[in-house]
């Protein structure tokens, strides 16, 4: 498919498989499968007065994924890439909403290809058109160093989350927000009088280093276990800048990987994930494709986690 190559190892059967050999276009009746779904726009990014280059994320990730080892039989399917060519971000959002509801429609499990953070706006619509009249608790789970949470006069890649809530608020729809490693120095003292009025519960980056993952853990799984849906939502710039470099906003100190990683996975294996998106991916400022290497590798771990969960 377009956008997919790689290596093609011998002997050529299961056992040596890659994304870029198993991938297929998503076709009425198809059994499920992890679905990516790519969102081609920076233009939250530009409203928001960050470094854009995010609108080449979709087709730097799927690169990245090309290589990937086929871990198990799960079917792999690309369902296309949203552009925002316009500069009309809402038009787009609304498109992508429309796309990622029919996967969810369908049974997969849906992965949303970034682009700005704008992305979790369009996640978060597209999951409440595919929920309809049901109402599941819903826990949108963020690892990100921002609330994005900003009150701005028009919607951008900060201030998806206070979209989402302030929806849900007014439909009457039981949503939360968990936000994983914000940093206190990226963010405004209004920022955390917003995110505590609202109850969103959070937890910074220097609570979670290795010495703490363990309770980090427990508490996470606590917090999944009072939920009956989970959206996550991974912003690239919550890694350290060593490990992520390619993004709108560098962490001065981020999450470390070998905790991300645990998190995200105890996320997915929680059996309640129905999609996950990465935002933030600027390959313009991506030395040696760094960044969009990490995160193709933490899809990898979720999406695999998520569908061991499913399968009991």
């Known amino acids: 498919m377009e956008g997919w190559s790689g290596r093609i190892d011998l002997p050529e059967d299961a ?3 890659r994304w870029h050999q198993w991938v297929r276009a998503p076709a009425p009746g198809a059994p499920p499968g992890t679905a990516v779904l790519g969102f081609a726009c920076d233009e939250g990014v530009r409203r928001n007065h960050g470094r854009v280059g995010a609108a080449e994320g979709p087709a730097a990730l799927r690169a990245l994924l090309s290589n990937l080892p086929v871990l198990d039989a799960v079917p792999l399917y690309d369902a296309g ?9 809402e038009a787009a959002q609304r498109r992508y909403a429309e796309a990622l509801a029919a996967l969810l429609d369908a049974g997969h499990l849906a992965v949303g290809l970034g682009g700005g953070h704008e992305i979790a706006y369009a996640s978060y619509l597209g999951l409440v058109r595919h929920l309809g009249a049901r109402r599941p608790r819903v826990a949108i789970v963020n690892l990100d160093a921002h609330f994005d949470l900003r009150r701005q006069p028009q919607p951008s890649s900060g201030t998806p989350f206070l979209q989402a809530l302030e929806h849900a608020r007014a439909h009457a729809l039981p949503v939360q927000y968990w936000v994983y490693g914000v940093s206190a120095s990226a963010n405004t003292r209004a920022l955390f009088d917003t995110a505590d009025a609202l109850g969103v519960h959070y937890v910074r980056d220097d609570e979670l280093g290795l010495l703490a993952l363990p309770q980090r853990l427990v508490e996470l799984q606590a917090r999944l276990a009072e939920v009956d849906r989970v959206y996550l939502s991974l912003d690239i710039d ?33 059996g309640k994930l129905a999609l996950v998106d990465v ?34």
């Open 15 to 17: 056992s040596t498989r």
């Open 81 to 89: 890439t949203i552009a925002c060519t316009d500069g009309d971000l």
């Open 238 to 270: 919550a890694l350290p800048q060593a490990v992520a470099p390619g993004v709108s906003a560098p962490a001065a100190r981020g999450v470390p990987l070998e905790v991300a990683e645990p998190l995200l996975e105890a996320v997915a294996a929680s």
């Open 279 to 312: 935002a933030e991916v600027c390959p313009p400022l991506d030395r040696d494709h760094a960044t969009a290497r990490v995160a193709a590798r933490l899809l990898h771990r979720v999406t695999r986690a998520a569908w061991r969960a499913r399968a009991g």
